[in-house]
T-cell receptor, first 113, second 111 residues
Framework: AQSVTQLDSQVPVFEEAPVELRCNYS??????LFWYVQYPNQGLQLLLK??????LVKGINGFEAEFNKSQTSFHLRKPSVHISDTAEYFC???????????FGTGTRLLVSP | DAEITQSPRHKITETGRQVTLACHQT?????MFWYRQDLGHGLRLIHY???????NKGEVSDGYSVSRSNTEDLPLTLESAASSQTSVYFC??????????FGPGTRLTVL
Protein backbone atom coordinates (compact mmCIF):
# COMPACT_ATOMS: atom_id res chain seq x y z
CA ALA A 1 0.00 0.00 0.00
CA GLN A 2 1.12 3.54 -0.67
CA SER A 3 1.23 6.44 1.74
CA VAL A 4 2.06 10.12 1.41
CA THR A 5 3.54 12.43 4.03
CA GLN A 6 3.31 16.19 3.88
CA LEU A 7 5.14 17.24 7.02
CA ASP A 8 4.30 20.94 6.83
CA SER A 9 0.65 21.64 7.57
CA GLN A 10 1.15 25.36 6.97
CA VAL A 11 3.86 27.38 5.20
CA PRO A 12 3.83 31.18 5.57
CA VAL A 13 5.86 33.13 3.03
CA PHE A 14 6.17 36.69 1.78
CA GLU A 15 5.16 37.68 -1.72
CA GLU A 16 7.94 37.24 -4.34
CA ALA A 17 9.89 34.87 -2.06
CA PRO A 18 10.67 31.30 -3.15
CA VAL A 19 8.81 28.40 -1.62
CA GLU A 20 9.18 24.64 -1.33
CA LEU A 21 6.39 22.34 -0.20
CA ARG A 22 7.63 18.94 0.83
CA CYS A 23 6.15 15.58 -0.09
CA ASN A 24 7.49 12.14 0.71
CA TYR A 25 5.86 8.88 -0.27
CA SER A 26 6.26 5.21 0.47
CA UNK A 27 5.50 2.42 -1.94
CA UNK A 28 6.87 -1.00 -2.80
CA UNK A 29 5.97 -0.62 -6.49
CA UNK A 30 6.34 1.96 -9.24
CA UNK A 31 4.20 5.02 -8.76
CA UNK A 32 2.84 8.08 -10.47
CA LEU A 33 2.93 11.33 -8.49
CA PHE A 34 0.67 14.38 -8.53
CA TRP A 35 0.30 17.80 -6.99
CA TYR A 36 -3.16 19.33 -6.74
CA VAL A 37 -4.15 22.82 -5.60
CA GLN A 38 -7.38 23.73 -3.84
CA TYR A 39 -8.50 27.35 -3.67
CA PRO A 40 -11.05 28.28 -0.98
CA ASN A 41 -14.47 26.70 -1.48
CA GLN A 42 -13.42 25.00 -4.69
CA GLY A 43 -12.54 21.53 -5.88
CA LEU A 44 -9.02 20.29 -6.59
CA GLN A 45 -7.14 21.32 -9.70
CA LEU A 46 -4.12 19.51 -11.08
CA LEU A 47 -0.87 21.49 -10.84
CA LEU A 48 1.48 18.90 -12.30
CA LYS A 49 2.14 15.20 -12.57
CA UNK A 50 5.05 12.80 -12.90
CA UNK A 51 4.36 9.68 -14.94
CA UNK A 52 7.76 8.91 -16.47
CA UNK A 53 10.69 10.56 -18.21
CA UNK A 54 12.38 13.69 -16.92
CA UNK A 55 12.40 13.88 -13.14
CA LEU A 56 11.86 17.65 -13.25
CA VAL A 57 8.24 18.35 -14.00
CA LYS A 58 6.85 21.76 -14.84
CA GLY A 59 3.25 22.64 -14.13
CA ILE A 60 0.83 25.50 -14.28
CA ASN A 61 1.23 28.88 -12.59
CA GLY A 62 5.05 28.62 -12.55
CA PHE A 63 5.25 25.62 -10.24
CA GLU A 64 7.65 22.72 -10.71
CA ALA A 65 8.47 19.53 -8.85
CA GLU A 66 11.34 17.08 -8.86
CA PHE A 67 10.91 13.35 -8.52
CA ASN A 68 13.69 11.81 -6.42
CA LYS A 69 13.34 8.05 -6.39
CA SER A 70 16.20 7.38 -3.96
CA GLN A 71 14.72 9.77 -1.40
CA THR A 72 11.11 8.92 -2.30
CA SER A 73 10.30 12.60 -2.53
CA PHE A 74 8.35 14.84 -4.86
CA HIS A 75 8.82 18.38 -3.52
CA LEU A 76 6.94 21.29 -5.09
CA ARG A 77 8.75 24.57 -5.75
CA LYS A 78 8.08 28.03 -7.05
CA PRO A 79 10.85 30.66 -7.37
CA SER A 80 8.60 33.65 -6.66
CA VAL A 81 5.13 33.37 -5.15
CA HIS A 82 2.15 35.68 -5.56
CA ILE A 83 -0.68 36.52 -3.20
CA SER A 84 -2.94 34.50 -5.51
CA ASP A 85 -0.94 31.34 -4.73
CA THR A 86 -2.52 31.25 -1.27
CA ALA A 87 -4.29 27.89 -1.25
CA GLU A 88 -4.11 24.31 0.02
CA TYR A 89 -1.72 22.01 -1.83
CA PHE A 90 -2.08 18.23 -1.89
CA CYS A 91 0.47 15.66 -2.94
CA UNK A 92 -0.92 12.35 -4.20
CA UNK A 93 0.44 9.02 -5.36
CA UNK A 94 -0.95 6.05 -7.19
CA UNK A 95 0.28 2.66 -8.24
CA UNK A 96 1.06 2.61 -11.97
CA UNK A 97 -1.27 -0.34 -12.38
CA UNK A 98 -4.29 1.17 -10.65
CA UNK A 99 -6.42 4.30 -10.75
CA UNK A 100 -6.85 5.02 -7.03
CA UNK A 101 -5.08 8.03 -5.58
CA UNK A 102 -3.69 8.26 -2.05
CA PHE A 103 -3.47 11.83 -0.79
CA GLY A 104 -1.31 13.53 1.78
CA THR A 105 -2.93 15.66 4.46
CA GLY A 106 -2.23 18.88 2.62
CA THR A 107 -0.09 22.00 3.11
CA ARG A 108 -1.68 25.40 3.42
CA LEU A 109 0.44 28.03 1.68
CA LEU A 110 -0.12 31.52 3.10
CA VAL A 111 1.37 34.33 1.02
CA SER A 112 1.45 37.75 2.62
CA PRO A 113 2.46 41.14 1.18
CA ASP B 1 -17.11 21.84 -22.42
CA ALA B 2 -16.99 18.56 -20.52
CA GLU B 3 -17.37 18.90 -16.79
CA ILE B 4 -18.14 17.17 -13.51
CA THR B 5 -20.93 18.52 -11.33
CA GLN B 6 -22.15 17.75 -7.83
CA SER B 7 -25.49 18.46 -6.20
CA PRO B 8 -26.51 19.76 -3.84
CA ARG B 9 -23.59 22.05 -3.02
CA HIS B 10 -24.75 22.38 0.57
CA LYS B 11 -26.94 20.03 2.60
CA ILE B 12 -28.10 20.01 6.19
CA THR B 13 -29.76 16.87 7.47
CA GLU B 14 -30.61 15.13 10.73
CA THR B 15 -29.08 12.07 12.30
CA GLY B 16 -30.63 8.86 11.01
CA ARG B 17 -31.92 10.23 7.71
CA GLN B 18 -30.92 8.79 4.36
CA VAL B 19 -29.04 11.24 2.16
CA THR B 20 -27.97 10.94 -1.47
CA LEU B 21 -25.31 13.13 -3.05
CA ALA B 22 -25.26 13.32 -6.81
CA CYS B 23 -22.22 13.29 -9.10
CA HIS B 24 -22.49 13.70 -12.87
CA GLN B 25 -19.67 13.84 -15.40
CA THR B 26 -19.75 14.51 -19.12
CA UNK B 27 -16.16 13.43 -19.80
CA UNK B 28 -17.31 9.88 -20.63
CA UNK B 29 -14.75 8.61 -18.12
CA UNK B 30 -14.81 4.99 -17.02
CA UNK B 31 -13.47 5.69 -13.54
CA MET B 32 -15.33 7.60 -10.84
CA PHE B 33 -14.44 8.23 -7.20
CA TRP B 34 -15.93 9.64 -4.02
CA TYR B 35 -13.75 11.26 -1.36
CA ARG B 36 -14.39 13.01 1.90
CA GLN B 37 -12.22 15.88 3.07
CA ASP B 38 -11.68 16.52 6.76
CA LEU B 39 -9.22 18.80 8.51
CA GLY B 40 -6.02 16.96 9.28
CA HIS B 41 -6.90 13.98 7.08
CA GLY B 42 -6.67 15.33 3.56
CA LEU B 43 -8.90 13.43 1.14
CA ARG B 44 -9.90 9.88 1.93
CA LEU B 45 -11.42 7.50 -0.58
CA ILE B 46 -14.95 6.30 0.20
CA HIS B 47 -15.98 4.28 -2.89
CA TYR B 48 -14.91 4.02 -6.48
CA UNK B 49 -16.07 2.53 -9.76
CA UNK B 50 -14.17 1.41 -12.85
CA UNK B 51 -17.25 1.13 -15.04
CA UNK B 52 -20.98 0.47 -15.23
CA UNK B 53 -22.14 -2.04 -12.60
CA UNK B 54 -18.69 -1.99 -10.95
CA UNK B 55 -18.29 -0.59 -7.43
CA ASN B 56 -15.50 -0.98 -4.87
CA LYS B 57 -14.95 0.03 -1.26
CA GLY B 58 -12.33 2.58 -0.33
CA GLU B 59 -10.64 3.13 3.01
CA VAL B 60 -13.63 4.79 4.74
CA SER B 61 -16.65 3.05 3.20
CA ASP B 62 -18.63 2.17 6.36
CA GLY B 63 -22.04 3.86 6.30
CA TYR B 64 -21.85 4.73 2.58
CA SER B 65 -22.97 3.02 -0.61
CA VAL B 66 -22.78 3.75 -4.34
CA SER B 67 -24.30 2.35 -7.50
CA ARG B 68 -23.21 2.80 -11.13
CA SER B 69 -26.05 2.27 -13.59
CA ASN B 70 -24.56 4.41 -16.37
CA THR B 71 -21.22 5.98 -17.30
CA GLU B 72 -22.13 9.53 -16.29
CA ASP B 73 -23.40 9.16 -12.71
CA LEU B 74 -22.14 7.81 -9.39
CA PRO B 75 -24.54 8.79 -6.58
CA LEU B 76 -23.31 8.44 -3.01
CA THR B 77 -25.84 7.35 -0.38
CA LEU B 78 -25.55 7.70 3.35
CA GLU B 79 -27.92 5.02 4.60
CA SER B 80 -28.41 6.52 8.08
CA ALA B 81 -26.56 9.79 8.48
CA ALA B 82 -24.35 10.22 11.54
CA SER B 83 -22.68 13.34 12.94
CA SER B 84 -19.30 11.78 12.11
CA GLN B 85 -20.26 12.04 8.44
CA THR B 86 -20.32 15.83 8.56
CA SER B 87 -17.71 16.65 5.95
CA VAL B 88 -17.01 18.01 2.49
CA TYR B 89 -17.52 15.40 -0.20
CA PHE B 90 -15.75 15.43 -3.56
CA CYS B 91 -16.48 13.41 -6.61
CA UNK B 92 -13.80 12.79 -9.25
CA UNK B 93 -13.50 11.01 -12.57
CA UNK B 94 -10.68 9.86 -14.81
CA UNK B 95 -9.88 8.02 -17.98
CA UNK B 96 -7.58 5.00 -17.63
CA UNK B 97 -4.00 6.09 -16.96
CA UNK B 98 -4.93 9.77 -16.72
CA UNK B 99 -5.35 12.38 -14.00
CA UNK B 100 -8.48 12.68 -11.91
CA UNK B 101 -10.81 15.65 -12.45
CA PHE B 102 -12.67 16.89 -9.40
CA GLY B 103 -16.11 18.33 -8.89
CA PRO B 104 -16.76 21.48 -6.80
CA GLY B 105 -17.73 19.54 -3.67
CA THR B 106 -20.78 19.12 -1.42
CA ARG B 107 -20.69 20.42 2.12
CA LEU B 108 -22.80 18.10 4.29
CA THR B 109 -23.80 18.88 7.86
CA VAL B 110 -25.46 16.20 9.98
CA LEU B 111 -27.19 17.59 13.08
Amino acid sequence: AQSVTQLDSQVPVFEEAPVELRCNYSSSVSVYLFWYVQYPNQGLQLLLKYLSGSTLVKGINGFEAEFNKSQTSFHLRKPSVHISDTAEYFCAVRNTGFQKLVFGTGTRLLVSP
Amino acid sequence: DAEITQSPRHKITETGRQVTLACHQTWNHNNMFWYRQDLGHGLRLIHYSYGVQDTNKGEVSDGYSVSRSNTEDLPLTLESAASSQTSVYFCASSADGDEQFFGPGTRLTVL
